[in-house]
């Protein structure tokens, strides 16, 4: 189980993250891009994702993942909180960002990273 402060802890470790009040929801955006949405209320997260691994997740633990829709070759991902451990949001969070990032900007975060870490 993940709380929303321990979402937005995660995603605040991350290079060049903005988030901003969309009313219902809050966005998280690298450089002007999306990358995911917060849902304080329903206590959920939205995340960008390849299709293929939107569609694996979904398939894998349906009671942990929603499909939210796609987009040309991302799939978006809904991840309820309270069902999911840190060390796998962390992952998928940190795989939103690298898909949404400039490529420069993902190298240098990838550099930066601990051996052995993701």
């Given at each position: 189980m993940v709380t929303v402060d321990e979402f937005l802890e995660i995603v605040e470790g991350l290079p060049e993250v903005r988030l901003s009040d969309g009313g219902e929801w809050t966005s998280l955006k690298v450089r002007g891009?999306?990358?995911?949405?917060?849902?304080?209320?329903?206590?959920?997260?939205?995340?960008?994702?390849t299709v293929a691994e939107q569609k694996a997740l979904v398939a894998e633990r349906p009671d942990v993942f929603?499909?939210?829709?796609?987009?040309?070759?991302?799939?978006?991902v809904v991840v309820h909180l309270d069902r999911i451990d840190r060390d796998e949001l962390e992952e998928l969070v940190d795989e939103a960002w690298c898909l949404t990032a400039p490529r420069q900007l993902v190298a240098a975060h990838e550099a930066a990273r601990p051996l052995g870490k993701m």
């Open positions: 891009k999306g990358f995911g949405y917060l849902w304080e209320r329903t206590r959920t997260v939205g995340l960008k994702a929603e499909e939210q829709f796609t987009a040309g070759r991302f799939g978006w």
